[in-house]
């Protein structure tokens, strides 16, 4: 199959869209990706990009094709830009795909879901389907984030999803507590909805060198570091429990590092909260076989509480037992799995709680929790077998619009 990947975010930013685009290909399918200039998270063009020069390139036998957008810049207002940007900017850019014959566009439902508007203009003028695989759910996760209450802006916000929605053949969903959300949006009980979570893109190591003081307990925490993922509560229970040697340890960058980072400095926490930033992929197993716990936190709102983040499935694959704060779908998987120690407590005092079980936890609860963890995610989250499933949608979907 000849595949266009729509994704706003793409290679070298860091997002999982990347490892589909590579193994798509590597099954024998010929990938392309529209996209914009890299930027995320810092917000301005990676170096050695800029909107003066042909940014078109081919990274892993897959051509990426960039557009012109604005970086993400600083604030609400220069993000709407760049939201905007990218979706104007890549219809534009496909002017120079037209004679290419794709059979199928896929869309990376990351925030913004704006992001599906260039591929909604393409499928109509090149008359092919459309897949969204639905990450954030949208209008929900806009005004989680924003605290977006004027009506009017809500109002134009559920149109638009609703167009959206309505104009992909196929919706897949990371969690199923999307479905009744983007149900109500298509009307009649429909068949484009179908659950598709996020499979691990890591597998379990064996701790071959020692990366943290042997002498604490740790925790750690993979993944964007954003406002979503509540981490100023992990920051507070590290003060309340810095007596009880306990090192956090914080794998990635975000829109919200520099506050937490802010909050460590105040508190004086550098010795037992370590930021180590960015570390590439194939490293983060041995970061993970480190640890004795991994950390998972969801805001309090409605659209958390439906999420299931990548992160618990790296997680799982590593055999790391969660320690968090989480309701909703999340609670439900690490219950149903018997992988971890969670509160449905969104606050310090809940996750110093479960922590301190952690602590007291004996050897043979705590290594069932790591085995449970792991089994759990080769039977729900396997990569072959989510791939496949996904394959044979893809040829489904072709062969009905032939």
């Given at each position: 199959?000849?595949?266009?990947?729509?994704?706003?975010?793409?290679?070298?930013?860091?997002?999982?869209?990347?490892?589909?685009?590579?193994?798509?290909?590597?099954?024998?399918?010929?990938?392309?990706?529209?996209?914009?200039?890299?930027?995320?998270?810092?917000?301005?063009?990676?170096?050695?990009?800029?909107?003066?020069?042909?940014n078109d390139e081919k990274w892993q036998n897959i051509s990426i094709y960039r557009c012109n957008m604005r970086p993400r810049g600083q604030g609400s207002l220069q993000?709407?830009?760049?939201?905007?940007?990218?979706?104007?900017?890549?219809?534009?850019?496909?002017?120079?795909?037209?004679?290419?014959?794709?059979?199928?566009?896929?869309?990376?439902?990351?925030?913004?879901?704006?992001?599906?508007?260039?591929?909604?203009?393409?499928?109509?003028?090149?008359?092919?389907?459309?897949?969204?695989?639905?990450?954030?759910?949208?209008?929900?996760?806009?005004?989680?984030?924003?605290?977006?209450?004027?009506?009017?802006?809500?109002?134009?916000?559920?149109?638009?999803?609703?167009?959206?929605?309505?104009?992909?053949?196929?919706?897949?969903?990371?969690?199923?507590?999307?479905?009744?959300?983007?149900?109500?949006?298509?009307?009649?009980?429909?068949?484009?909805?179908?659950?598709?979570?996020?499979?691990?893109?890591?597998?379990?190591?064996?701790?071959?060198?020692?990366?943290?003081?042997?002498?604490?307990?740790?925790?750690?925490?993979?993944?964007?570091?954003?406002?979503?993922?509540?981490?100023?509560?992990?920051?507070?229970?590290?003060?309340?429990?810095?007596?009880?040697?306990?090192?956090?340890?914080?794998?990635?960058?975000?829109?919200?590092?520099?506050?937490?980072?802010?909050?460590?400095?105040?508190?004086?926490?550098?010795?037992?909260?370590?930021?180590?930033?960015?570390?590439?992929?194939?490293?983060?197993?041995?970061?993970?076989?480190?640890?004795?716990?991994a950390l998972l936190i969801l805001k309090d709102d409605d659209v958390f509480k439906m999420a299931l983040p990548a992160k618990l499935q790296t997680y799982m694959a590593?055999?790391?037992?969660?320690?968090?704060?989480?309701?909703?779908?999340?609670?439900?998987?690490?219950?149903?799995?018997?992988?971890?120690?969670?509160?449905?407590?969104?606050?310090?005092?809940?996750?110093?709680?479960?922590?301190?079980?952690?602590?007291?936890?004996?050897?043979?609860?705590?290594?069932?929790?790591?085995?449970?963890?792991?089994?759990?995610?080769?039977?729900?989250?396997?990569?072959?077998?989510?791939?496949?499933?996904?394959?044979?949608?893809?040829?489904?979907?072709?062969?009905?619009?032939?």
């Amino acid at each position: 199959m000849k595949i266009l990947i729509v994704s706003q975010y793409f290679w070298p930013e860091h997002f999982r869209i990347n490892d589909l685009a590579i193994t798509l290909q590597q099954l024998g399918n010929e990938v392309s990706v529209l996209t914009g200039l890299p930027n995320y998270p810092k917000g301005h063009y990676y170096q050695g990009y800029s909107k003066t020069k042909n940014n078109d390139e081919k990274w892993q036998n897959i051509s990426i094709y960039r557009c012109n957008m604005r970086p993400r810049g600083q604030g609400s207002l220069q993000l709407v830009r760049n939201y905007l940007s990218y979706a104007y900017q890549a219809i534009k850019k496909s002017k120079i795909l037209e004679e290419q014959n794709f059979d199928l566009l896929y869309v990376f439902g990351v925030s913004p879901l704006t992001s599906a508007l260039p591929a909604i203009y393409l499928k109509k003028k090149w008359k092919i389907p459309i897949i969204l695989n639905v990450q954030d759910l949208w209008p929900e996760y806009v005004t989680a984030i924003t605290g977006l209450k004027n009506s009017l802006c809500v109002c134009i916000l559920d149109k638009l999803m609703r167009y959206i929605y309505r104009s992909c053949d196929k919706i897949l969903i990371s969690s199923k507590s999307y479905e009744q959300s983007i149900q109500r949006y298509l009307g009649t009980s429909s068949d484009k909805i179908m659950f598709w979570p996020q499979y691990a893109t890591v597998e379990k190591v064996a701790k071959s060198k020692v990366l943290f003081d042997e002498m604490a307990f740790h925790i750690i925490f993979t993944g964007n570091i954003g406002e979503a993922q509540g981490l100023d509560i992990a920051i507070e229970t590290a003060d309340m429990l810095k007596d009880f040697h306990v090192q956090w340890h914080f794998i990635g960058t975000g829109r919200y590092m520099t506050k937490l980072v802010a909050m460590v400095k105040q508190r004086k926490l550098e010795k037992c909260v370590i930021f180590h930033g960015w570390i590439p992929e194939t490293q983060v197993p041995q970061y993970l076989a480190s640890a004795d716990a991994a950390l998972l936190i969801l805001k309090d709102d409605d659209v958390f509480k439906m999420a299931l983040p990548a992160k618990l499935q790296t997680y799982m694959a590593c055999g790391v037992p969660i320690v968090g704060c989480v309701k909703g779908e999340s609670k439900r998987i690490l219950l149903e799995a018997e992988a971890g120690i969670v509160t449905d407590e969104i606050s310090a005092a809940g996750l110093a709680s479960v922590c301190k079980q952690f602590l007291t936890c004996p050897k043979e609860r705590y290594d069932r929790l790591c085995k449970n963890a792991l089994a759990y995610g080769k039977a729900h989250f396997d990569k072959q077998v989510l791939i496949e499933q996904l394959i044979k949608e893809m040829r489904v979907l072709k062969d009905e619009h032939i």
